[in-house]
């Protein structure tokens, strides 16, 4: 058993940065893959990010290469998301997936754990 606790969600204005963190607790973190998803209002999850068990290999959706970027610390059991140069069009609420593989992906299915997600606004 996995659970995962989101936090480092908010308000902030278009430009501006965030850092999400997401802290596991259960054995075997460090063979999981972790990701990142979210969901605005009306829409379907999607993928965001995501990173290998030892953390050698990222895996980021197109919408946000460049501007987002994933990391774990697998002394702390914990994977970020560093959320630089935010859009409107970022506002949903951001979940944590561990994986039941060490290989990063985007695929919904491959991920068996979940939090409960943390909310993050962009104002234009």
């Known amino acids: 058993q996995v659970r995962l606790v989101e936090s480092g969600g908010g308000l902030v204005q278009a430009g501006g940065s965030l850092r999400l963190s997401c802290a596991a607790s259960?054995?075997?973190?460090?063979?999981?893959?972790m990701g990142w998803f979210r969901q605005a209002p009306g829409k379907e999850r999607e993928f965001v990010a995501s990173i290998s068990g030892i953390g050698g290999s990222t895996y980021s959706a197109d919408s946000v290469k460049g501007r987002f970027t994933i990391a774990r610390d697998n002394t702390k059991n914990t994977v970020y998301l560093q959320m630089n140069s935010l859009k409107p069009e970022d506002t949903a609420v951001y979940y944590c997936?561990?994986?039941?593989?060490?290989?990063?992906?985007?695929?919904?299915?491959?991920?068996?754990?979940w939090g409960q997600g943390t909310q993050v606004t962009v104002s234009s």
């Open positions: 997936a561990a994986g039941k593989y060490s290989s990063p992906t985007k695929t919904p299915d491959a991920y068996d754990y």
């Open positions: 259960g054995r075997g973190f460090s063979s999981r893959a």
